[in-house]
């Protein structure tokens, strides 16, 4: 893409991807994949399942080593600068009966690396409960974590990733299975700290509805191959159908957009 | 019961039960039960090795213990860790056969290896169980907040720079410790069940980390103390009793939390 920036004041992008490609045991998981997210922008990272989303996610880690291709988070390569990335995995298991109150999951966000018991402190207590004020968990803070809903459980560990004031929240099909109205509650939740606290979000997801009122811009990734932009650039059937590699149709709905594949005509496009 | 000759066996007993309540904790959180079943049963091959050869059988636990601890966490990054465990479980413990049975001393010794010997611990054996015991807590409460974060949250401590691997073979070497330190006085078998039963217990009644420790650490206590005092009335095997308390807590336990977390359910 030949999108340069404009405005010379343009602040550094909080990550830059280029041309990353991953192989995994002989099979192309990535290929080629460029994107930037600038501060605080909301982005959606949209792909059906295997299209190779956890494994973008993890290459932004650091957690994954690209084949070819670079990155760079605030200028830094994954893993040496990991204070300014969140992260919240695609499943969280937590066992009903697990010794952990909604408080000392977001503690252990702020200070989960460092080493001893943490000493009682106001000012630790104060950060946790405002941290826990700002998703709305303040009734459930001292509630055993297993024994809390969906919804409420991913409210707490998006506060354990974000009270360590990062810059870039990574999150890994965080709707994937919650009901309509957490979803929504979540994604406008998100939405909301990612204005306040300036913390750019790349939300992965395979259905782009629940985020289309919220996006700035679309990651679509579909076999490994991604293209960027707007979802009104990203989402049309001449762009989708380029990256499929077979007929894509897009239809509009009041509001929504259903992404529907054609039949798989053999048509010769050399792959 | 109290006699001098007791002393050693109940400062011995408490030590061992203040490092498996609190080591125990952090078994029961990473799931980690069977390693705390199978790095014992090294450790009794280790200590039938070394009188075999005429070793310090504490060195001998202390050699297979830590062997152990890091075949298991090495092996099963690749494989599926509990077949890695469970195939070093018998291999450990086949040893144990063979080293027995190429021994003299088959009767009183390798029993208490098995089944403890609470009731003669000499004065020579209290201070390497306490060193032991204060390096296991020593480790345990330095790693407190990391072990906590990757056990629960794998994923994200790995996200920041936590590695999994590394807490994996910190926290087998930290079971290690604890099961040499333990396994003279209480057993191989049952240091297995005084390293699960009070904590699974306590962790029911709390769900802030920082008061179910003590609560774990308070179960044990009382676990060894009713366990000693019912093993000196009935001339009974100590680990017998160890077992029986630790189930019964445990019962206990899941009694209240199926009530209690009920009552939460209802009341949201």
């Known amino acids: 893409m030949t999108a340069t920036p404009v405005e010379t004041t343009a602040p550094a ?86 010794p952990l109150r909604a ?169 | 019961m109290f006699s001098d000759f007791m002393t050693n066996t109940w400062i011995t007993a408490s030590v061992v039960a203040i490092i498996a309540g609190g080591v125990g904790f952090f078994v029961v959180l990473r799931g980690s039960s069977f390693l705390a079943h199978a790095l014992p049963h090294g450790a009794f091959a280790g200590a039938a090795g070394a009188t075999l050869i005429g070793m310090d059988p504490i060195l001998g636990m202390g050699i297979f213990a830590v062997g152990g601890a890091l075949a298991v966490t090495t092996l099963g990054r690749r494989g599926r860790s509990d077949v890695v465990i469970a195939l070093s479980l018998v291999v450990m413990l086949a040893f144990g056969a063979l080293f027995l049975s190429l021994g003299s001393q088959y009767s009183s010794e390798v029993f208490a290896l098995l089944f403890g010997q609470i009731l003669g611990v000499s004065s020579a054996e209290v201070l390497p169980i306490v060193v032991l015991g204060a390096l296991s807590a020593v480790a345990i409460i330095t790693g407190y907040r990391p072990l906590l974060l990757s056990s629960v949250l794998p994923e994200m401590a790995a996200a920041r720079g936590i590695s999994t691997y590394a807490i994996d073979v910190y926290f087998a070497l930290v079971v290690a410790l604890a099961t040499a330190m333990s396994v003279p006085v209480v057993g191989a078998l049952l240091m297995f069940s005084l390293m699960v039963g009070p904590p699974a217990a306590a962790r029911s009644f709390f769900a802030d980390p920082l008061r179910a420790i003590p609560l774990s650490i308070g179960f044990a206590l009382v676990t060894v103390w009713i366990a000693i005092a019912a093993s000196y009335q009935s001339n009974l095997p100590v680990g017998f009793f160890v077992t029986l308390v630790s189930a019964v807590l445990y019962g206990i336990g899941r009694g209240w939390f199926a009530l209690s977390s009920r009552r939460i359910t209802v009341a949201a």
Do not use: C
């Open chain 1, 13 to 98: 992008p909080v990550l830059e991807a280029r041309g990353i490609g991953v192989w995994l045991s002989g099979r192309r998981i990535l290929h080629d994949v460029s994107f930037a997210v600038q501060p605080g922008e909301f982005i959606g990272l949209i792909g059906s399942n295997g299209a190779g989303k956890t494994t973008l996610l993890r290459v932004i880690l650091g957690l994954q080593r690209p084949t070819s291709g670079s990155i760079e988070i605030g200028g830094k390569h994954p893993g040496h600068g990991a204070e300014v990335v969140g992260y919240l995995p695609q499943k969280v298991a937590l066992d009903s009966d697990l």
């Open chain 1, 103 to 271: 408080r000392d999951v977001v503690a252990l966000g702020l200070d989960g690396q460092k080493l001893g018991i943490p000493l009682p402190s106001a000012k630790r207590t104060a950060l946790v409960d405002d941290m826990l004020a700002a998703v709305d968990a303040t009734s459930f803070a001292d509630a055993r974590v297993g024994l809390l809903s969906g919804g409420q459980q991913q409210r707490v560990l998006i506060a354990h990733a974000l009270i360590s004031r990062p810059r870039l929240l990574l999150l890994d099909e965080p709707l994937a299975n919650l009901d309509i109205r957490s979803s929504s509650e979540i994604v406008e939740l998100l939405a909301r700290v990612s204005r306040e606290r300036g913390v750019a979000v790349l939300l992965s997801a395979h259905d782009l509805n629940p985020l289309l009122p919220f996006m700035d811009r679309i990651v679509y990734l579909e076999g490994g191959r991604a293209v960027s932009g707007t979802s009104d650039e990203v989402v049309q059937s001449d762009v989708l159908t380029a990256l499929y590699g077979r007929r894509v149709d897009v239809l509009r709905v009041e509001g929504r957009v259903l992404v529907v594949a054609g039949p798989d005509e053999a048509h010769g496009h050399d792959e």
